[in-house]
């Protein structure tokens, strides 16, 4: 398979608002399991990235490797979840606020985006290390420090996600010059990272909800696996 494979990243155009009622009617590919976990959110917000999110993988699938079945998840250690009826392909998803990335590829992958935001002492002292720290405190405008640890915890997360370990994992320990596979994305105030298991190269392709949407409802997709 090709080495160089795409991150996609959904991002709404601006003052772009979708309601919530127009996304339900997607609800109808989602399997049951999606269907109750959508339900089982409170904040709109989070009922409508369990929907997209789903949408955008789907996508990522048709897009680039030709599958147009629905995928159902299986979860492994630490409820990493993978492709329960589709073979020898992994997949990440993550979102912040509004926006989401997602990934799939032939090995193992996680994936992370952070909005750059004002960072909080006790934040600072859970995930920098004391070189980390150091970098971070070489900077002297505020918007190069929140862009540095925007990069260094993108770069965390990631790689836990690819490892599927416990979120309770020290984050100090894991450094950035000991990931094998890393790739980082700065686009406006936030940013991607990628790890994966083997070396790859990734492109990084920017859709707007709109476009995904318009994908959809032009019937790409039409398998229903809630019977």
Not at 18 to 40: G, M, W
Not at 86 to 92: E, G, H, M, S
Not at 156 to 175: A, C, H, M, N, T
Request: proline letters at 2%.
């Amino acid at each position: 398979m090709n080495q160089k494979e795409n991150i996609y990243v959904l991002i709404p155009k601006q003052n772009e608002e979708i309601n919530l009622k127009d996304l339900e009617k997607f609800l109808k590919i989602l399997p049951k399991e999606r269907v109750k976990k959508y339900y089982a959110y409170v904040k709109e917000l989070d009922k409508k990235n369990c929907i997209l999110s789903y949408l955008l993988l789907c996508y990522i699938l048709n897009k680039d490797y030709d599958i147009f079945i629905t995928p159902k998840f299986k979860y492994g250690k630490n409820k990493k979840p993978y492709f329960e009826n589709i073979k020898k392909l992994y997949f990440n998803l993550s979102h912040s606020n509004n926006k989401i990335a997602g990934a799939v590829s032939d090995c193992n992958i996680g994936i992370d985006i952070q909005e750059q935001r004002k960072i909080s002492k006790s934040m600072i002292k859970r995930v920098l290390n004391e070189k980390e720290l150091d970098d971070y405190l070489s900077y002297t405008k505020e918007i190069e420090r929140k862009k540095c640890f925007c990069r260094l915890w993108t770069i965390k997360e990631s790689e836990i996600k690819r490892r599927g370990s416990s979120v309770l994992v020290d984050l100090k320990q894991i450094e950035k010059d000991n990931i094998k596979n890393i790739e980082t994305f700065e686009i406006k105030d936030f940013c991607i990272s990628i790890s994966s298991e083997e070396y790859k190269e990734f492109n990084l392709i920017q859709i707007s909800t709109e476009s995904l949407l318009n994908y959809f409802e032009r019937g790409t997709l039409c398998l229903n696996t809630n019977k």
